[in-house]
């Protein structure tokens, strides 16, 4: 697939808005994908969360506790794809 992420804001929870630069957009519930263990333990805090910001170099999202997560990924479920490889389940780092 190969899309990138050209931006993303955090909405209530820990729901993202995701616009990619094909123009697909959507939103997409992470708590809800997403096991908040290792590297994403610090985004159940949502203060932490809401600091999303888009990795223009790598077309990904990412937080500044170093987490981030694979564009491929989160486009599919944002269409309702089947994931691009099978070690894409769960989200989790």
Same mark, same amino acid.
């Given at each position: 697939? @190969? /899309? $990138?992420?050209?931006?993303?804001?955090?909405?209530?929870?820990?729901?993202?808005?995701?616009?990619? +630069?094909?123009?697909?957009?959507?939103?997409?519930?992470?708590?809800?994908?997403?096991?908040?263990?290792?590297?994403?333990?610090? @985004? /159940? $805090?949502?203060?932490?969360?809401?600091?999303?910001?888009?990795?223009?170099?790598?077309?990904?999202? +990412?937080?500044?506790?170093?987490?981030?997560?694979?564009?491929?990924?989160?486009?599919?479920?944002?269409?309702?794809?089947?994931?691009?490889?099978?070690?894409?389940?769960?989200?989790?780092?």
């Amino acid at each position: 697939m @190969l /899309k $990138d992420i050209v931006e993303a804001r955090a909405l209530e929870g820990y729901r993202l808005y995701l616009r990619f +630069e094909d123009g697909t957009t959507g939103e997409i519930n992470l708590d809800q994908v997403i096991h908040f263990e290792g590297v994403l333990a610090p @985004l /159940k $805090d949502l203060a932490q969360f809401a600091q999303v910001s888009v990795n223009q170099e790598l077309g990904t999202i +990412e937080w500044p506790c170093g987490a981030d997560l694979d564009p491929d990924v989160l486009y599919a479920r944002l269409l309702g794809q089947p994931l691009p490889h099978p070690k894409a389940q769960p989200l989790s780092a």
